[in-house]
């Protein structure tokens, strides 16, 4: 039986957005351009202690328009205000076009596949183990099935339940004498990834250890 990797490719244009949107007509961006600022918004995030999550752009010759979601830690003070003034002077001083930014800040990190690739590196970067990184996730997520959160759609702002969620790491995880490599998989609620009538959260990620490169691949599927 076949399967999707990335059952997010067949959504794009009927039921879920595209990341980026870039007018090719005249003077435009780049994706060069749009990399540089991407990077530029991870080392601000970075910075002020804050988990950058999923970013949304629009590009045109008249305008930018960033739609930007991220985690704040309770030890953090509250930087909206502060992070948009930042943004509006940095990259209008460098494009010299109108822009307009909407920050949206999540009280739930399990709720979003960008958070928990954020959250699992960082924990493989304080030496923890990542097979206990991975099952003690899979169980906080476990708690948080058929919780609701707002996304945006083709179809505008949409209130969405988690209805299932689907780990899987490949890589070596113990230090043995065995080179080969082993799966770790971890699964919870229902998985309609065929189905085009689901919103579906799908991210991978490298993830580096004393014994190698692990992928990391993170499916987080709501209902409508």
Request: hydrophobic share 35%.
């Amino acid at each position: 039986m076949s399967q999707k990797t990335n059952p997010i490719s067949f959504r794009l244009g009927l039921s879920q957005v595209w990341n980026a949107s870039i007018a090719s007509y005249g003077k435009s961006f780049t994706f060069y351009q749009k990399n540089n600022l991407e990077n530029y918004l991870k080392y601000l995030f970075t910075s002020e202690g804050l988990h950058l999550g999923k970013i949304l752009w629009s590009f045109d010759s008249k305008r930018i328009l960033l739609i930007i979601t991220y985690l704040e830690f309770p030890r953090t003070s509250n930087k909206q205000k502060h992070l948009t003034n930042k943004l509006n002077k940095n990259l209008f001083s460098l494009f010299k076009l109108p822009l307009k930014v909407y920050l949206f800040k999540h009280s739930i990190w399990s709720s979003s596949s960008e958070f928990i690739k954020s959250y699992i590196s960082t924990n493989v970067n304080e030496s923890i183990s990542l097979k206990q990184i991975l099952r003690s996730v899979s169980k906080i997520i476990s708690v948080q099935l058929k919780t609701k959160k707002v996304v945006y759609t083709c179809k505008g702002p949409l209130t969405l339940k988690l209805k299932g969620f689907k780990i899987k790491s490949s890589g070596r995880f113990a230090n043995s004498r065995n080179q080969m490599s082993k799966t770790i998989k971890h699964s919870g609620g229902c998985l309609p990834l065929p189905k085009i009538n689901s919103h579906v959260e799908y991210t991978q990620s490298a993830i580096y250890t004393k014994l190698g490169i692990c992928s990391l691949h993170i499916w987080l599927v709501y209902s409508y």
